[in-house]
Each structure stands twice: as structure tokens, then as C-alpha cells.
């Protein structure tokens, strides 16, 4: 397999847990106050507040790093969850690509004065499953 279609299998493999719900995908500008608190072999470690909790981020130098970062996510996902081990709450992305804004819940805002009822059919037909969306 080519190095592209090896980043795409992975990257496919992480947009399809985002959007079944099965990894939970972070806001990066919802991240508040990183301090640096440790560097492993693949990137930095920060210590963030998201709301008011603590977490520890764990970042990644750069996308070619995707099968190592698939890879840990899927340990963490068997797991799921023991006390001796850290938990895994979700992801984040500094540069999100067009899908993983969309799967996040960012639309295009309608034009103000927009008549109601073209902006409720505009969001209808952004809905995540197909069925739901209106029939020309
Ligand atoms: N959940 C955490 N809480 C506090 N500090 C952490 C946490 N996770 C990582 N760190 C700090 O960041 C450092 C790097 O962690 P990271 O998981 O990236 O690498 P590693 O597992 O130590 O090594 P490698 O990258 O080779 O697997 C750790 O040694 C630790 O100091």
C-alpha cells in the first residue's frame, strides 16, 4: 500500500469513530491555559483546562504520524476503561479538515433575513442521515 493511501486508511479509520459517536472530538479553541509538562517520541505533552477540567494533551509533530496515533487510540478504546490507566476523553485538532468541522456541527451560517422557512430546508438537508433529509 502507498504512503497517500495508508494516511487515508487511517485518517478514514478516525472519521469514522468521530462520527459513530466512539471517539469524542474537541473544540481546539475550547482548550484553555497549556503549560508543557512532558515530550514523548512523537510530540509534546500539555497540561489544558477544557470547561473546568484538567486534562493532558498529547500532541503529535505532524500527520505523518496518523498509524501511531490510530494506534494508541485503538489500545485505549479496548480498554475502555481501568483505574490503572490513563483514559482516553477524546481528540482535537489544531488545522481540522473541512469533514471533521462539518462532523463537529460547523454549517454555513444562513444570510440574515433569510426567510424561516428556506433556512429550516437549508438545515434539513445538512442532516447526518441521508432518510432524513428532504425528497426533491
Ligand atoms: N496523562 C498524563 N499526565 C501527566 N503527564 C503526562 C501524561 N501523559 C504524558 N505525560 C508526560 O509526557 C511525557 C511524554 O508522554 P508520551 O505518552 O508522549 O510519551 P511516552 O509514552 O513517555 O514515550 P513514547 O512517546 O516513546 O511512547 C511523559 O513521560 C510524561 O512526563
Not at 43 to 67: C, H, M, P, T
Not at 81 to 103: A, D, F, Q
Not at 126 to 132: D, G, I, L, R
Amino acid at each position: 500500500m502507498s504512503k497517500d493511501n495508508i494516511m487515508k486508511d487511517y485518517t478514514g479509520w478516525l472519521e469514522q469513530a468521530i462520527v459513530n459517536g466512539f471517539i469524542k472530538l474537541y473544540e481546539f479553541s475550547d482548550l484553555q491555559n497549556e503549560k508543557h509538562i512532558g515530550r514523548g517520541s512523537y510530540g509534546d505533552v500539555y497540561r489544558v483546562i477544557w470547561k473546568k477540567d484538567i486534562f493532558a494533551l498529547k500532541s503529535f509533530k505532524n500527520q505523518e504520524f496518523i498509524k501511531e496515533i490510530v494506534e494508541e487510540l485503538e489500545l485505549h478504546w479496548k480498554v475502555n476503561y481501568h483505574e490503572n490507566i490513563i483514559r482516553l476523553y477524546g481528540v482535537t485538532c489544531t488545522k481540522p479538515r473541512l469533514i471533521i468541522n462539518i462532523i463537529g456541527g460547523t454549517r454555513e451560517k444562513t444570510i440574515n433575513g433569510t426567510p424561516i422557512e428556506y433556512c429550516k430546508l437549508y438545515k434539513d438537508c445538512w442532516k447526518y442521515e441521508p432518510t432524513e433529509r428532504p425528497i426533491i
